[in-house]
């Protein structure tokens, strides 16, 4: 029983050491060279389209969440109106419920 679990973790060891041999390309030169040529371009837009779109949307949604907590600030910063009728409502009909109690 020993000897088939030590057999089991060495074959499993070798599948895993041994599995994949794939070759990466290097292809941090390439970015390199793409990333420091002097040629006007942002450093954050050098990446292509995806950059550039990634770049747009962060720029929407930081100018628009700071324009909507400014909004917020505002809102909060005055106070509502209250309304009239709020407070007579109920005068005029504990009034009239007095009335109607009296006759």
């Known amino acids: 029983m020993l000897w088939n679990l030590l057999a089991l973790h060495q074959m499993s060891q ?30 954050h837009l050098k990446g292509g389209i ?8 962060t720029m929407i949604l930081t100018v628009g969440g700071m324009a909507y907590a400014i909004y917020q600030l ?19 009909s504990w009034f009239s419920f007095i009335q109607l109690s009296v006759d």
């Open 14 to 43: 070798r599948t895993i050491i041994t599995a994949s041999h794939t070759k990466f390309e290097n292809k941090v030169p390439e970015k390199q060279k793409m990333f420091q040529e002097d040629n006007g371009i942002l450093v």
């Open 74 to 92: 505002v809102v909060a910063s005055f106070p509502k109106k209250q309304d009239w009728l709020q407070f007579i409502l109920p005068a005029i």
């Open 50 to 57: 995806a950059d550039a779109v990634l770049y747009r949307a």
